[in-house]
């Protein structure tokens, strides 16, 4: 037996991998990847994979990127993990001063955990003991907008919209109200979404009008709503919600977690409306894709609701283990150095012109490909079944995923998510990358739709 093929049945005898029905696994073995450089997997049977999905999203600067290798190792021999409560660490201190300047100003307060639900979590109980404890005990419910993606632990998955995930477990989740998302593909308005006032904007007034009251605060994706299909909406949508929400005394969380460092063209989404929201939760790229770190952003004002004595018994009373890990943060501090020293933002607006005009050229015809929308390197197919109809594939849900698992035959990892198929590539990527990503998934799609 190939090594290959002795590892995946090795792994299938005692691994449960994440969000996979794992018979399906019997046709699709597990890929054993041996080692990866910039944007590419090399597989145990000599395999090349160009990863065109930055492994879920969070590989920002290439697999192995030598000045991140290089920042982790050298941290490694000096501090690899200290407890976080009472004592701390430069590479902590570093990484927040250095957030401090490039994140929408006035997020000046930094509480870390290890992982995006987690900082999802963190951010839902802060904004409910900020408004507990400024005397607006009655916010106790939160808002959310459909086809919203935060996580999957049980607070994150309440403020999600997402039945592929949410819906079994919905006896176990908070009772929070969902807001009508903005879909720009179907506008219900009948605009699109470079000359719209935002007219969905007026679910979200509905909403804020019956139950701000009893809401502490309202959890948004900026601007791509991720999961939901890479769903791009105008900036226009958040100034109004950061309004709406000053008007109310209700707080607005921004999940950055996918959107953040770049994949939008701006450091962060937020930032394309210029607006800075209560809470922002930070995490995938925020160490590269190296490590599992998150960051939750806060503002003065709210940190100093929390702040008095120890027996007033105000302090935010959360911990997680492996909080501040001073690996991640050198990894960290190692992205926001190379992004300023290789100017990866400025080149990336460069890239992502030629990537996305080069999926237009080659998909914009396709009788099947509805729309190909894109902010940043950030781009998203919407498999239909007709054009002008826009209907989906439904009843065949899983074209995406075929059309991922062709790709994988000719060695392009993309993802599907539903009638999606997206590249979110990292910032550096060479353009000739970028094209053989473009003509590998071509040849999957037509393999597969004609
Ligand atoms: N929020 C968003 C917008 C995400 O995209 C994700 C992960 N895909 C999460 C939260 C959850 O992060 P994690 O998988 O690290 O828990």
């Known amino acids: 037996m190939d090594k290959m093929e002795d590892l995946a049945r090795r792994d299938l005898a005692h691994i449960w991998?994440?969000?996979?029905?794992?018979?399906?696994?019997?046709?699709?073995?597990?890929?054993?990847?041996?080692?990866?450089?910039?944007?590419?997997?090399?597989?145990?049977?000599?395999?090349?994979?160009?990863?065109?999905?930055?492994?879920?999203?969070?590989?920002?600067?290439?697999?192995?990127?030598?000045?991140?290798?290089?920042?982790?190792?050298?941290?490694?021999?000096?501090?690899?993990?200290v407890i976080f409560v009472n004592?701390?660490?430069?590479?902590?201190?570093?990484?927040?001063?250095?957030?401090?300047?490039?994140?929408?100003?006035?997020?000046?307060?930094?509480?870390?955990?290890?992982?995006?639900?987690?900082?999802?979590?963190?951010?839902?109980?802060?904004?409910?003991?900020?408004?507990?404890?400024t005397g607006h005990g009655e916010k106790q419910r939160f808002m959310c907008l459909s086809e919203g993606y935060h996580g999957e632990t049980i607070g994150a998955l309440s403020v999600g919209s997402m039945d592929l995930f949410a819906q079994m477990y919905k006896p176990m989740m908070m009772n929070n109200i969902h807001v009508q998302a903005p879909d720009c593909y179907r506008c219900p308005f009948n605009k699109n979404r470079e000359h719209c006032q935002c007219e969905c904007f007026k679910f979200a007034e509905e909403a804020f009008a019956q139950h701000a009251r009893e809401t502490a605060a309202i959890i948004v994706e900026p601007i791509v709503q991720g999961c939901a299909g890479m769903r791009i909406y105008p900036p226009l949508y958040l100034k109004k919600l950061r309004a709406l929400?000053?008007?109310?005394?209700?707080?607005?969380?921004?999940?950055?977690?996918?959107?953040?460092?770049?994949?939008t063209g701006k450091m962060f989404a937020c930032q394309h409306a210029g607006v800075t929201p209560d809470i922002m939760c930070i995490s995938k790229a925020l160490t590269g894709g190296y490590l599992p770190m998150s960051i939750v952003c806060t503002t003065d004002k709210i940190y100093d609701a929390f702040y008095d004595d120890y027996n007033k018994g105000k302090a935010f009373m959360h911990s997680h283990t492996y909080a501040g890990n001073p690996i991640g943060c050198a990894a960290a501090l190692a992205v926001l150095q190379i992004m300023k020293e290789e100017n990866i933002l400025a080149n990336a607006a460069v890239k992502a012109k030629y990537f996305n005009a080069a999926l237009n050229e080659a998909f914009g015809q396709h009788k099947n490909i509805g729309e190909i929308r894109h902010i940043g390197l950030i781009n998203a197919m919407e498999l239909v079944t007709d054009k002008n109809k826009k209907t989906g594939f439904d009843g065949q849900l899983r074209i995406g995923y075929e059309i991922y698992k062709k790709a994988l035959t000719h060695g392009l990892l993309l993802r599907p998510l539903g009638n999606v198929i997206y590249f979110n590539?990292?910032?550096?990527?060479?353009?000739?990358?970028?094209a053989k990503a473009v003509a590998l998934a071509k040849q999957s799609v037509d393999e597969i739709l004609g």
């Open 87 to 133: 004592f701390t660490h430069e590479p902590a201190i570093k990484l927040c001063e250095e957030l401090a300047q490039v994140l929408p100003p006035g997020l000046t307060k930094f509480n870390f955990a290890d992982n995006g639900s987690a900082s999802v979590e963190i951010a839902l109980k802060i904004a409910f003991q900020y408004q507990l404890q």
């Open 425 to 434: 590539p990292p910032l550096n990527i060479a353009d000739e990358d970028l």
């Open 17 to 81: 991998h994440p969000c996979s029905q794992m018979k399906d696994y019997e046709t699709l073995r597990p890929i054993v990847v041996d080692h990866a450089e910039g944007p590419y997997l090399y597989a145990a049977d000599g395999t090349k994979y160009l990863d065109i999905i930055s492994s879920w999203w969070c590989n920002l600067l290439g697999h192995c990127n030598p000045k991140i290798n290089a920042a982790i190792k050298k941290q490694l021999d000096e501090l690899e993990h």
């Open 245 to 263: 929400c000053d008007a109310y005394g209700v707080l607005l969380i921004a999940d950055e977690i996918a959107t953040g460092f770049g994949r």
